[in-house]
């Protein structure tokens, strides 16, 4: 979908917070400015003269944005800090910066502040250019740590062969309680399995599958991040001996009419409202940074991607399934016998 970082907070955050998209955005630029401390700095005028905008420009946006801006690596700078900074300057020749030392506070931009403003500014060409250049780059890294798609990319995250496993096994408790225990035909399968996931994100396979753009032959939950398969996990084992317990008592299969009822006492019961809105939360945000796909029903729960989560879905620790499965061969073993 079309994003326009000048209107979304969110939409630049999830850039922001991307460590492997920032680097690749520093390498494609290569901005010139005073090497400090762990980076590149770059003063106020600096930043107007690459933009082409008046210095005025950047001081508005500052007052405008402060908090946003601060948080992503704008930094006054005093004291010895300041002082060192001036140091920096001298021994780098850099002499289109002149900090006098009656100065007694300077505001400078570390990288990801440079990029946070350009995804702010509309009076700059040279800004809209490199808002496209970062959207760019931001899908060429994604793609490329993930293999040219992220249609599986929960599937790099190192619990998801166990959250995977357990839940096929809690499955079958779920399915074999519908077989034995409701008075339905193979209708109920999918039916039930549709109030879960409604329960849980709000949309059942089918409108999942659209908003996924999956085809006919791919298996819904193989696309689940470990969170979500953890608590349909849980709702199945739950319900199912739910199912169980209620017909023992009968001494007969339930009806639909009893298993609706039955599972309407399940799904509301106090214990599921933070688990389900985590899981949310989890999903909805997720699937917007990474796939580009946009969960109209959880929109209120979409929060920025954090740092730890590109590092998991995209950095060294994760790992292709078949990587994985290799490594996994022991806890598979277990898994299986369980059964």
Do not use: C
């Not at 490329?144 to 062969?161: A, C, L, P, S, V």
């Not at 399995?193 to 599958?209: G, H, P, V, W």
Request: charged share 35%; glycine share 4%.
């Amino acid at each position: 979908m079309a994003k326009d970082l000048t209107n979304s907070s969110l939409e630049r955050q999830n850039i922001l917070n991307n460590p492997y998209a920032v680097q690749e955005i520093e390498k494609a630029t290569n901005l010139q400015g005073v090497r400090f401390e762990d980076g590149v700095r770059f003063v106020k005028e600096q930043v107007a003269d690459f933009f082409g905008i008046d210095i005025r420009t950047v001081e508005r946006y500052l007052e405008a944005h402060g908090d946003e801006l601060e948080h992503n690596g704008y930094e006054v700078l005093k004291g010895g800090k300041l002082q060192a900074f001036r140091e920096a300057i001298s021994a780098q020749f850099v002499t289109d910066i002149d900090v006098g030392s009656k100065v007694r506070n300077l505001g400078i931009f570390d990288f990801r502040s440079l990029l946070n403003i350009s995804m702010l500014l509309t009076e700059s060409e040279t800004a809209r250019v490199l808002r496209q250049t970062i959207l760019d780059v931001v899908i060429d890294t994604i793609n490329q740590r993930t293999g040219g798609g992220t249609k599986y990319i929960n599937q790099r995250d190192e619990d998801f062969i166990q959250a995977s496993f357990a839940e096929e096994n809690y499955r079958k408790e779920f399915t074999n309680a519908l077989r034995d225990h409701v008075d339905m035909g193979t209708f109920k399968y999918p039916l039930y399995t549709d109030k879960i996931y409604l329960s849980i994100f709000r949309e059942n396979a089918k409108e999942y599958r659209k908003i996924l753009k999956l085809h006919e032959k791919d298996n819904v939950r193989d696309t689940f991040y470990s969170e979500i398969l953890d608590l349909i996990a849980s709702f199945e084992f739950g319900f199912a001996k739910l199912i169980e317990e209620s017909a023992k008592r009968k001494g007969s299969q339930l009806t639909s009419y009893e298993t609706d009822h039955l599972y309407k006492e399940f799904e509301s019961q106090a214990h599921w409202k933070p688990l389900i809105e985590r899981a949310r939360n989890k999903m909805a945000s997720r699937d917007l940074a990474f796939r580009d796909a946009l969960h109209q029903q959880l929109e209120e729960y979409i929060t920025p991607v954090q740092k730890m989560d590109f590092e998991r879905f995209l950095g060294e620790k994760s790992k292709e399934l078949a990587e994985r499965l290799e490594e996994a061969k022991d806890v598979f073993k277990r898994l299986k016998e369980r059964k």
